[in-house]
């Protein structure tokens, strides 16, 4: 079974810090790798996407990558409270097929 | 633009009803999916249509029937539903199969099953 895994948190940090959050992934043939935040009640927004090794930085946002060690991270730096929400790491090991893990919950503290 | 959209917004609807929710997208994107995400759960892959064709059925009971009716329009046609089946449809759209293959969500739709 493919699978891609995420500590459920909740991740608490305070407003101004960097919020780290993690994935692993099983399928070492995967290509593609992405974030999306999901407010309560609301649909999954893309906020990355990384498809080489290293580090991609968007804004306050950074998505790192690792292949060899199966894992994809996104920072957030300077967080905010409306940076609160669940985080979904999704991995696209084949060609039409996108694998979520079960997010994790980020809160930011004022 | 990344505007996936998506009718009606809510949606109740008996045992014994039919309806039908809609997708649109205006990106060009020749790959359009269906997702059911019940509360505190990621999206769950429900259909892919790819080239308008019909490429991954996720076993999906035939209460859930597909359509997709050009590039930019995919329909979920709904009948006989359990209470189960309350949740949040998604609809998602992507360039296609290669890379890149970012996946745009639109805002969903709250169906709640009497």
């Known amino acids: 079974q493919k699978e891609v895994e995420q500590n459920s948190g909740p991740l608490s940090v305070p407003e101004g810090a960097i919020a780290s959050l993690n994935c692993t992934y099983s399928d070492r043939g995967s290509q593609s790798f992405f974030w999306y935040r999901q407010y309560s009640g609301k649909s999954p927004e893309l906020i990355m996407s990384i498809y080489s090794n290293g580090d991609k930085e968007d804004g306050r946002f950074t998505a790192q990558l690792n292949k060899a060690s199966q894992y994809v991270s996104l920072l957030i730096r300077d967080s905010q409270p409306s940076d609160s929400a669940t985080y979904l790491c999704?991995?696209?090991?084949?060609?039409?097929?996108?694998?979520f893990g079960t997010g994790t919950r980020l809160k930011v503290l004022a | 633009d990344t505007e996936v959209t998506q009718t009606p917004k809510h949606l109740v609807m008996g045992m014994t009803n039919k309806k039908s929710l809609k997708c649109e997208q205006h990106?060009?994107?020749?790959?359009m999916y269906w997702y059911k995400q019940k509360a505190k759960k990621p999206p769950e892959l429900m259909f892919v249509?790819?080239?308008?064709?019909?490429?991954i059925n996720e076993s999906v009971p035939s209460r859930f029937s597909p359509e997709c009716p050009n590039s930019s329009l995919l329909n979920l046609h709904l009948h006989a539903l359990q209470p189960e089946d309350s949740a949040l449809y998604l609809c998602?759209?992507?360039?296609?199969?290669?890379?890149?293959?970012?996946?745009?969500f639109g805002p969903g739709t709250r169906l709640t099953v009497t």
């Open positions: 999704a991995v696209k090991p084949g060609t039409y097929k996108y694998i």
């Open positions: 998602a759209s992507s360039q296609g199969g290669g890379t890149p293959s970012e996946q745009y």
């Open positions: 990106m060009g994107h020749r790959a």
């Open positions: 249509y790819s080239y308008e064709k019909l490429s």
